[in-house]
């Protein structure tokens, strides 16, 4: 079965500082995507970040990118030039094993707060 | 307008009551899903729905009742609501698994 672990509960960075947040999985489908999510305080969920398994280079989206190591099951969400508008749940996803591997579950969140 | 849409936004029901959640998304995805956001557990996969009239049980379906008549409209019913139930229910959909799941705004369901 599959399981996603994000360690840190809760982070604090200073705004222009970068910050790594960690998220390791174990799953037994040989491919695989892995997606990271983020919930202001205003509830929405927005999709920031997608890595495949198979991707050569490690996914990048503007000021973040996926610190992806296949063999560790690791892929940490680095999140360069911190902003206040940073400040929020984020959660990293990855598929159900198996046949239904359309399902996402969800690790349970780190809570960033950027301090000015 | 485009997107996925639930409502209400807000809702606060009685224990024993029925209530359903209405789910809607404009883009023809496959693949719809319903989560619950409780404090401690992140996000938990109630149902899900592979095409119309296709349906299966996630994690915590106990309490609650999904239909897929149609591709666009995926409603989520709790048959008789319990203070359990009190939570924040996203609504989400997708199209394959490769590509990342659109949200829903959100329902704050509060049960008393």
């Known amino acids: 079965a599959q399981k996603i672990t994000q360690t840190q509960p809760g982070m604090f960075v200073q705004e222009k500082e970068a910050v790594t947040l960690d998220c390791t999985y174990d799953?037994?489908?040989?491919?695989?995507?892995l997606f990271w999510y983020k919930q202001p305080s205003s509830g929405e969920m927005i999709f920031l970040i997608y890595q495949g398994s198979y991707d050569q280079q490690n996914a990048t989206e503007g000021r973040y990118s996926l610190n992806f190591q296949k063999a560790r099951k690791s892929a940490n969400l680095v999140i360069s030039a911190s902003q206040l508008g940073d400040s929020a749940m984020y959660f990293c996803a990855i598929p159900y094993s198996g046949g239904s591997n359309y399902k996402l579950t969800f690790g349970k969140g780190t809570l960033l707060t950027v301090n000015p | 307008d485009a997107g996925i849409t639930q409502s209400p936004r807000y809702k606060i029901t009685e224990t024993g009551r029925q209530v359903t959640l209405m789910c809607h998304q404009t883009?023809?995805?496959?693949?719809m899903f319903w989560y619950r956001q409780d404090l401690g557990h992140g996000l938990r996969l109630i149902y899900y729905s592979a095409a119309a009239d296709i349906t299966d049980k996630g994690e915590v379906p106990d309490g609650y009742v999904v239909s897929r008549s149609k591709t666009e409209n995926f409603p989520l019913t709790l048959e008789s609501a319990t203070r359990s139930q009190t939570s924040v229910y996203f609504c989400?959909?997708?199209?394959?698994?490769?590509?990342?799941?659109?949200f829903g705004q959100g329902t704050r369901l509060t049960v008393v």
């Open positions: 883009w023809s995805h496959s693949y």
């Open positions: 989400a959909s997708r199209t394959g698994i490769y590509t990342e799941a659109f």
């Open positions: 799953t037994s489908d040989p491919s695989y995507g």
